[in-house]
């Protein structure tokens, strides 16, 4: 059993690439997401959501059912054992967080990187899906595939963008993108007090990030920031949010029909 990694295909031809981000494990709701035919791959959020590996593998499944990537955005504290169950789950990609320093960009890398001479990780052959069924995956052919995968990695702490031109010159470091969320508390700011400071801060990052060939993605719900961040280089979009989906709607429409039924 071996699948095309979508992502890494599309980043090695210089192409583009449209994503969404799911915080749902129902694998129905990706293969809804996937049937629309507008994405490349999703995002399953597991920084922020419950899940099982049970519930990975049946997530990824969806999307291979539509021809379509998968990455998972894993936080801090237990990004190895995470990331390293959802490679062998089949997700294409991993979105690591809250990393400061090359040091630690270098320590995920390794983590995640296959245990063999020709790539010096510390990542085994796990009995899951990767390495398929009967017969198995050869090792060394294993070892390509979770090579393969995508690495992102989010820039969301002051220190990050201080140590932006070390973590850029780092192989294997494949795609770059900006937290403010993140990135204003660790300045000690409320992000909405200081959009003008952010929208700078982003913009070396994504200078930085294309003069080292790093790719950006950027967090879009307008066609209009598509186009602004397509006129500074930028080639990957993750359109909308599941969970911020449906505030819109708890909150706008749906207050507005709660205002009517009250008059």
């Known amino acids: 059993m071996m699948k095309e990694n979508k992502i890494r295909g599309i980043l090695n031809a210089g192409g583009t690439t449209v994503a969404t981000r799911m915080c749902s494990t129902w694998p129905t709701l990706t293969e809804a997401c996937a049937s629309t035919g507008n994405f490349d791959y999703i995002e399953f959020v597991a920084e922020y959501s419950p899940f099982t590996m049970l519930e990975m593998e049946n997530l990824v499944r969806a999307c291979e059912l539509h021809d379509i990537g998968s990455i998972i955005k894993v936080d801090f504290q237990n990004r190895f054992y995470v990331a390293q169950r959802a490679m062998a789950s089949g997700f294409q990609g991993i979105l690591f967080t809250d990393h400061k320093t090359a040091k630690e960009v270098e320590?995920?890398?390794?983590?995640?990187?296959?245990?063999?001479?020709?790539?010096?990780?510390?990542?085994?052959?796990?009995?899951?899906?990767?390495?398929?069924?009967?017969?198995?995956?050869?090792?060394?052919?294993?070892?390509?595939?979770?090579?393969?995968?995508?690495?992102?990695?989010?820039?969301?702490?002051?220190?990050?963008?201080?140590?932006?031109?070390?973590?850029?010159?780092?192989?294997?470091?494949?795609?770059?993108?900006?937290?403010?969320?993140?990135?204003?508390?660790?300045?000690?700011?409320?992000?909405?007090?200081?959009?003008?400071?952010?929208?700078?801060?982003?913009?070396?990052?994504?200078?930085?990030?294309?003069?080292?060939?790093?790719?950006?993605?950027?967090?879009?719900?307008?066609?209009?920031?598509?186009?602004?961040?397509?006129?500074?280089?930028?080639?990957?979009?993750?359109?909308?949010?599941?969970?911020?989906?449906?505030?819109?709607?708890?909150?706008?429409?749906?207050?507005?029909?709660?205002?009517?039924?009250?008059?």
């Open 107 to 263: 320590e995920s890398l390794n983590a995640i990187t296959p245990d063999s001479p020709d790539y010096g990780g510390r990542m085994g052959y796990p009995n899951n899906r990767w390495i398929g069924y009967q017969p198995h995956n050869t090792q060394l052919d294993y070892a390509k595939m979770a090579n393969d995968t995508v690495k992102l990695f989010m820039v969301e702490k002051k220190e990050a963008l201080e140590n932006l031109e070390e973590i850029c010159s780092i192989p294997g470091v494949d795609m770059l993108q900006f937290g403010p969320s993140d990135f204003a508390m660790s300045k000690g700011w409320n992000k909405k007090d200081q959009a003008e400071e952010l929208r700078k801060a982003e913009e070396k990052m994504i200078q930085i990030a294309l003069d080292h060939k790093v790719a950006v993605r950027c967090e879009i719900d307008t066609l209009e920031k598509a186009e602004y961040y397509k006129s500074l280089g930028v080639k990957h979009f993750c359109v909308g949010d599941e969970f911020r989906n449906q505030m819109k709607v708890w909150t706008g429409v749906c207050g507005d029909v709660r205002k009517m039924a009250n008059e």
